[in-house]
T-cell receptor, first 112, second 111 residues
Framework: DAGVTQSPTHLIKTRGQQVTLRCSPK?????VSWYQQALGQGPQFIFQ???????QRGNFPDRFSGHQFPNYSSELNVNALLLGDSALYLC???????????FGQGTRLTVV | EDKVVQSPLSLVVHEGDTVTLNCSYE??????LLWYKQEKKAPTFLFML????IEKKSGRLSSILDKKELFSILNITATQTGDSAVYLC???????????FGEGTQLTVNP
């Protein structure tokens, strides 16, 4: 049973570029949440998708957008990258958002 | 705004020691508190606590929640070098399923 998988594992982008990160939830899960974790900090909630719609959103600018597909997989898009967007981006899946969330290995994004 | 504060932020112990990690929270509509262990990248789930005074236990790890005083503790007995990690505390509200995390406690267990 595959857990939560994210791709790519590492990514280097230049300021101003756009990036797309991908997440496949754990089998049987229908809710996907995205978190940003800066070095030495706890993860910060970006947004959550359920039934292909954004259900909740944290305090992140509109440059951060997402999508959920019918198979429950999800993408996180970040436009106009800033140096401060460098972080570990974690995807978490759950069933209906009520039980414990299972995390993927994350995508390490470096903006130069 | 929801707030989760963990202490200490870092801790260095020797193998065999017992450690207690603290987590206090302020949240409008509390549903549950969760503990995660983060060794390299993916936080791995340890416990979910919803009721006060009921200890959850898994091997050498245990945790308890006090909803009146708004805190939780995570205990690790007979620590091993493999326990070295960042331990994250997070709270979940009733109004949704987002997790609000603390900064984490960096635990280092030396042989």
């Amino acid at each position: 049973d595959a857990g939560v998988t994210q791709s790519p594992t590492h990514l280097i982008k230049t300021r101003g570029q756009q990036v797309t990160l991908r997440c496949s939830p754990k089998s049987g899960h229908d809710t996907v949440s995205w978190y940003q974790q800066a070095l030495g900090q706890g993860p910060q909630f970006i947004f959550q998708y359920y039934e292909e719609e954004e259900r909740q959103r944290g305090n992140f600018p509109d440059r951060f957008s997402g999508h959920q597909f019918p198979n429950y997989s999800s993408e996180l898009n970040v436009n106009a990258l800033l140096l401060g967007d460098s972080a570990l981006y974690l995807c978490a899946s759950s069933l209906g958002g009520l039980g414990e969330a299972f995390f993927g290995q994350g995508t390490r994004l470096t903006v130069v | 705004e929801d707030k989760v504060v963990q202490s200490p932020l870092s801790l260095v112990v020797h193998e065999g020691d017992t450690v207690t990690l603290n987590c206090s929270y302020e949240v409008t509509n509390f549903r549950s508190l969760l503990w995660y262990k983060q060794e390299k990248k993916a936080p791995t789930f340890l416990f979910m606590l919803t009721s006060s005074g009921i200890e959850k236990k898994s091997g050498r790890l245990s945790s308890i929640l006090d909803k009146k005083e708004l805190f939780s503790i995570l205990n690790i007995t007979a620590t091993q070098t493999g326990d070295s990690a960042v331990y994250l505390c997070a709270v979940k509200e009733t109004s949704g399923s987002r997790l609000t995390f603390g900064e984490g406690t960096q635990l280092t267990v030396n042989p």
